[in-house]
């Protein structure tokens, strides 16, 4: 508070404070005001040391009621309060080591400042190390190995590189102290454990194989398989055969590991073959391990039993009942004796165990009801014993088990209100697992749309039909139906669509009263209010908030533009003051619209 004394008597004694800014005279004050009758200053706005200045230099005039002044300088300063979190000087810190980084290696240096004043406080680990493989320097954030590091036992991330993700904290030394932390939600400090070459490859295929002797050139007799957990180059292996295929029977593709007969098999001659199989990583040095392939050359009866067809085809209901009869199969063999008895059996293969055949007499029939939809074609292969085969292709034919299905159960979407009709707001889409016209999906509204919308029947868009008014109705429910096209028992499913309309501003603001008339007494008081406009807009937000100014520059009357008061600048000249006012009511868009009032004084 400042205080200015005057010796003169009545009107020449009365003191009226003034404050400008220091460094720019008669400029007033945006951060501190005074009481023009008691000389109190006072904070008009929030301050912020870190952003503000630090110290205000201010002018305070003192003028009595005959026009003499006096001036004074008054300096204020900001004191510092701990309102700020430590910052890191980088979002995120990423950084590559060896897997065989020795403990105590200096890593890498997170670095956290403080706006406030005063001495900072510490850095430490918060999350992300839980086996303890780290540690950080308290005071400067250097990141240092505590244990060795192994790569094979890391988390294994999608671009297949091995990581530590560190989350780090900064506390400063206020009361209470304040923490920030470095990237909460995501990878702080992120460290790549680069791999070097330690494992050796290991087979994790069979050492033994069998195959038949009547096999063709080119057959797959055996799939070898190698795996090394090192990364990269350090875990590629490559095949080779280092012993036992002297006369180069069998060719081992070294990429794939796949093995296939090179010349025709013949038991009687070589029924027993032993490879000494080699996997070798791409390393540097490269490491390898060997493997002793066993593979033993089945025998077959030289007359074969023939099918009398090669492929069968056939069809059946799917949800029927097991024991179906579905197909009967034949064969015949032009051995003798026992050797001409055959027993028919089904061959594994995807989906085999849903059907039964009867060993003697070749007659197929389903062990369990068949669905369609989770496998239409099955491909079974028939076979008497020793070695003859026969194809069989059975189709499912499709009933009407399953209904329509959205990807939603409920479908939340905005739109303008200033759509235009017939534009397309949403795309439904219900997939049908059935065939067929039990697979084909229509689409239609039910509940009461008011007339806003309409779908199309086949394509499932949904579009206004007339114009939207948020004014009128903010938000619309509805629900769409998918139905699917079957002749017998049609099924559908209902989702919900609710559609919301967002504002435009397409609203003027609406005076409650024009014209305005004021009656004023000659003698009131500057700053007194002396009448109040009101006005408002249907739109929301920054469309619906009205602000008020006047047409004209005025000096007599000021407005004040948030809530409409008419403010007396200066002493009326008279008792026969009389005046007209034109106010503008203008809203706070882009493009704001205006309406304007008269005010008679």
């Not at 060795?148 to 206020?174: N, P, R, S, W």
């Not at 009866?301 to 097991?322: G, M, R, S, W």
Request: glycine share 6%.
């Amino acid at each position: 508070q400042v205080k200015a004394t005057d010796a003169d008597a009545d009107q020449f004694g009365e003191i009226e404070y003034f404050l400008y800014d220091g460094f720019h005279y008669y400029e007033k004050s945006k951060a501190f005001q005074i009481d023009p009758r008691t000389g109190q200053i006072c904070v008009s706005q929030d301050i912020d040391r870190e952003v503000d200045p630090a110290i205000y230099d201010l002018l305070v005039k003192a003028m009595d009621g005959g026009g003499l002044s006096a001036q004074a300088f008054v300096r204020i300063e900001i004191e510092d309060i701990n309102d700020n979190h430590p910052v890191f000087e980088q979002a995120v810190y990423v950084t590559s080591i060896s897997s065989h980084t020795q403990p105590g290696t200096e890593i890498i240096n997170v670095v956290a400042t403080d706006r406030d004043l005063g001495i900072y406080g510490v850095v430490t680990i918060s999350s992300g190390d839980p086996h303890g493989r780290f540690s950080i320097d308290p005071q400067f954030g250097i990141i240092r190995t505590k244990n060795q590091l192994d790569h094979e036992t890391q988390t294994v991330f999608a671009d297949k590189q091995q990581e530590y993700a560190l989350h780090i904290a900064a506390e400063d030394c206020g009361s209470p102290p304040l923490t920030s932390s470095l990237m909460r939600d995501s990878l702080a400090v992120k460290i790549v454990i680069l791999d070097i070459n330690d494992n050796s490859p290991s087979f994790k295929s069979s050492p033994l194989s069998y195959v038949m002797e009547d096999v063709e050139v080119g057959f797959l007799v055996h799939h070898v398989i190698a795996k090394d957990p090192d990364e990269g180059r350090n875990g590629e292996v490559t095949y080779h055969i280092l012993s036992g295929n002297e006369n180069k029977v069998f060719v081992l593709d070294e990429i794939t590991g796949i093995l296939t007969t090179a010349q025709l098999l013949d038991r009687e001659i070589q029924e027993r073959y032993s490879l000494t199989v080699v996997a070798v990583d791409d390393g540097s040095p490269a490491l390898s391990t060997m493997q002793v392939l066993t593979i033993i050359v089945l025998d077959v009866n030289d007359e074969t039993p023939i099918f009398l067809k090669q492929c069968y085809e056939t069809a059946v209901h799917e949800n029927q009942d097991p024991g179906e009869f579905v197909i009967k199969v034949e064969a015949v063999d032009r051995d003798a004796g026992l050797n001409s008895l055959l027993q028919y059996e089904i061959l594994p293969g995807a989906g085999y165990e849903k059907f039964k055949m009867n060993q003697d007499s070749g007659e197929l029939v389903t062990t369990a009801s068949l669905d369609r939809e989770t496998q239409e074609v099955f491909s079974i292969k028939g076979s008497p014993p020793r070695s003859s085969t026969a194809q069989l292709y059975l189709m499912v034919l499709d009933e009407n088990d399953h209904s329509p299905s959205f990807a939603k159960t409920q479908y939340l979407i905005s739109v303008r209100e200033d759509l235009e009709e017939g534009s397309a707001i949403l795309d439904l889409f219900a997939s049908d697992k059935d065939d067929g016209l039990n697979g084909e999906v229509m689409y239609s509204l039910i509940d009461d749309t008011f007339g806003a919308f309409a779908i199309d029947s086949v394509t499932g868009s949904v579009v206004t039909t007339k114009a939207l008014d948020r004014e009128t109705r903010s938000q619309y429910t509805f629900r769409a139906v998918a139905s699917d096209c079957s002749t017998h028992l049609p099924r559908s499913t209902t989702v919900s669509v609710v559609v919301h309309i967002d504002d435009v501003n397409d609203n003027d603001p609406i005076f409650f009263q024009n014209p305005i008339r004021a009656f004023v007494p000659a003698d009131t008081h500057v700053n007194e209010t002396i009448a109040t406009v009101r006005a408002e807009d249907m739109d929301l937000g920054s469309n619906g908030a009205v602000f008020f100014s006047l047409m004209t520059a005025e000096t007599v009357f000021q407005i004040d533009t948030k809530t409409g008061d008419i403010i007396l600048l200066e002493p009326l000249a008279s008792k026969d003051f009389s005046t007209q006012l034109l106010v503008i009511a203008s809203d706070q868009s882009a493009s704001p619209r205006t309406a304007t009032a008269m005010v008679i004084i």
